[in-house]
Nanobody, 115 residues
Framework: QVQLVESGGGLVQAGGSLRLSCAAS????????MGWYRQAPGKQREPVAF???????NYADSVKGRFTISRDNAKNTVSLQMSGLKPEDTAVYYC?????????WGQGTQVTVSS
């Protein structure tokens, strides 16, 4: 069982920055994939970014060049640095972890970007 707790969401003006963090209840060094999804009101949950155990990263086209995902195996955390935020980035952001084919989710953190 993996428990994930997100933090760092909030209200920010367009063009601003936020840093989301996801703390895991277990050692993450051997969790192959960890990442972030988001869900805006009335829309389906969509992938934002992920990072593998060897440091490979992948981003949705909508956030490339603005968001950076990283992981700190020593602290068992995954972070999402978001800059150049746009109103369309407003959503609940969910952290996830995929060890051994299973998927665990955090409870989500709200990000609201005002225009």
């Amino acid at each position: 069982q993996v428990q994930l707790v997100e933090s760092g969401g909030g209200l920010v003006q367009a063009g601003g920055s936020l840093r989301l963090s996801c703390a895991a209840s277990v050692n993450i060094w051997n969790i192959n994939t960890m990442g972030w999804y988001r869900q805006a009101p009335g829309k389906q949950r969509e992938p934002v970014a992920f990072i593998t155990s060897d440091g490979t990263t992948n981003y949705a086209d909508s956030v490339k060049g603005r968001f950076t995902i990283s992981r700190d195996n020593a602290k068992n955390t995954v972070s999402l640095q978001m800059s150049g935020l746009k109103p369309e980035d407003t959503a609940v952001y969910y952290c996830y972890a995929q060890p051994l084919g299973l998927t665990y989710w955090g409870q989500g953190t709200q990000v609201t970007v005002s225009s």
